[in-house]
T-cell receptor, first 113, second 109 residues
Framework: KAGVTQTPRYLIKTRGQQVTLSCSPISGHRSVSWYQQTPGQGLQFLFEYFSETQRNKGNFPGRFSGRQFSNSRSEMNVSTLELGDSALYLC????????????FGPGTRLLVL | KNEVEQSPQNLTAQEGEFITINCSYSVGISALHWLQQHPGGGIVSLFMLSSGKKKHGRLIATINIQEKHSSLHITASHPRDSAVYICAVNGGATNKLIFGTGTLLAVQP
């Protein structure tokens, strides 16, 4: 089976712009979770989607949003980008909602200038 | 205080040594995970456990629910084990993870 894929892998944006990141889970996996990793804050949970429904949301402002499609692919959107949004964004999939072993994608590295 | 604490933060070992990384947590959990992250970002799940002990190759993970403590052991360490090891916990019936700050392990030949 193909692993979790994320696109794009690298992205450069400027402050105030918005960005959409995409995650394709392993075939048959219905849960997709998103995480942000920064040098200062480490890994932090953004949200989890299961069967197109948001199951849980981390402590992030409303500028961070996401959705999941009927084929389990997920997107996350960040509007009005700030310098502090520069980070590695990781998604992870699992067959069901948790607790489950999660399979991580390679991440999207976002740089906000 | 972080909900998930790891020690040590940095660890240097010689090839062949036995390595232990510790994780303590202060919240109720449904499961605990050990993850490995190599330079470049990719994260691999090593173990998920809610009780007892699990073994995979040279890696052993244990958890003591009463003491809210888990350990990851690496036997006969090798330079390819060099990575960041991260402890993370599930607080309920979701995949939401709360992460420790990670342990940077360097195994020298």
């Amino acid at each position: 089976k193909a692993g979790v894929t994320q696109t794009p892998r690298y992205l450069i944006k400027t402050r105030g712009q918005q960005v959409t990141l995409s995650c394709s889970p392993i075939s048959g996996h219905r849960s997709v979770s998103w995480y942000q990793q920064t040098p200062g804050q480490g890994l932090q949970f953004l949200f989890e989607y299961f069967s197109e429904t948001q199951r849980n949301k981390g402590n992030f402002p409303g500028r961070f949003s996401g959705r999941q499609f009927s084929n389990s692919r997920s997107e996350m959107n960040v509007s009005t980008l700030e310098l502090g949004d520069s980070a590695l964004y990781l998604c992870a999939s699992s067959p069901r909602t948790g607790p489950e072993t999660q399979y991580f994608g390679p991440g999207t590295r976002l740089l906000v200038l | 205080k972080n909900e998930v604490e790891q020690s040590p933060q940095n660890l240097t070992a010689q090839e062949g040594e036995f390595i232990t990384i510790n994780c303590s947590y202060s919240v109720g959990i449904s499961a605990l995970h050990w993850l490995q992250q190599h330079p470049g970002g990719g994260i691999v799940s090593l173990f998920m456990l809610s009780s007892g002990k699990k073994k995979h190759g040279r890696l052993i993970a244990t958890i003591n629910i009463q003491e809210k403590h888990s350990s990851l052991h690496i036997t006969a360490s090798h330079p390819r084990d060099s990575a960041v090891y991260i402890c993370a916990v599930n607080g309920g019936a979701t995949n939401k993870l709360i992460f420790g700050t990670g342990t940077l392990l360097a195994v020298q030949p």
